[in-house]
């Protein structure tokens, strides 16, 4: 069965960090390159960040560069999202996504719950 399980998130004020965990099973995470989508309140979903299969290659949003660091560490089949300096409008539920496009296969995660308030 496959899983794609995000943790980590929670209610910070602006200024704040979190890390968000995404753990995967049921299928060979090292195979994926992965990928942190968010949709805030009444929005449509944003892309944030991606990683490459291997690590090698990381994307961000532009309004995510220099705050966000997505990592991965397919011994533990887990994919990271390191969220600093964080701002209210970063409040949202974040997906992890795991993409084989080769094999036009993809899984999602059913979020977790980032609010930015003070």
């Known amino acids: 069965e496959v899983q794609v399980v995000e943790s980590g998130g929670g209610l910070v004020r602006p200024g704040e960090s979190l890390r968000l965990s995404c753990a995967a099973s049921?299928?060979?995470?090292?195979?994926?390159?992965m990928s942190w989508v968010r949709q805030a309140p009444g929005k449509w979903l944003e892309w944030v960040s991606d990683i490459s299969w291997n690590g090698g290659t990381t994307y961000y949003a532009e309004s995510m560069k220099g705050r966000f660091t997505i990592s991965r560490d397919n011994a533990k089949n887990t994919v990271y999202l390191q969220m600093n300096n964080l701002k209210v409008e970063d409040t949202a539920v974040y997906f992890c996504?795991?993409?084989?496009?080769?094999?036009?296969?993809?899984?999602w995660g059913q979020g977790t719950q980032v609010t930015v308030s003070s």
């Open positions: 049921g299928f060979t995470f090292g195979q994926y390159d």
């Open positions: 996504k795991a993409d084989h496009s080769a094999r036009g296969v993809v899984y």
